[in-house]
């Protein structure tokens, strides 16, 4: 049988645990993502009217679309490359063909999210895509997160 004292300190170990969570949540935030950031921006800080809202929804639905399509195509090109360096065992003729192919899906999604993000700017009031050309800028700008190799 349990006593009143162990299930007490059970208690207080498992408060003391969930308020640790708690603050180690609220004091060490992961960075917003740039894409969060975007989706922040413009639906709630630059103040859509409910025509600008509606014509968000339909950009960001083909988007979300054209994402699918690409990331299924990176998916497939990830797999032509697997295959391929199973058979060269080296950088040969096929894994270069695979690595072409994978590098011009990646181009391409990429061409489609800056199309993506000048339809959503033309949407925009003025006051609101100087925000948004602001926050675009910013993104662009911010130095890419690199693992760096262990020295020796």
Known sequence: MVSRQSLLAVLLAFGAALAGVGAGRMLFRAPQPVESAF?????????LDAGQE????RLEADYAAAQARY???MDQDNRDLAQAIVAEKGYGPRVAAAVDRSHAAM???????????????????????ARFDA???????????R???PQP
Do not use: C, S, W, Y
Not at 107 to 129: I, N, S, Y
Not at 140 to 145: Q, T
């Open 39 to 47: 989706h922040t921006l413009i639906h709630r800080d630059l103040a």
């Open 54 to 57: 509606q014509a968000m929804a």
């Open 71 to 73: 990331g299924a195509e």
């Open 107 to 129: 181009g391409a999604l990429q061409k489609e999210t800056l199309q993506h993000l000048f339809a959503m700017r033309g949407v925009l009031r003025p006051d609101q895509q």
């Open 135 to 145: 926050a675009l800028v910013a993104a662009l700008n911010k130095p890419v997160a």
């Open 147 to 149: 693992k760096t190799a």
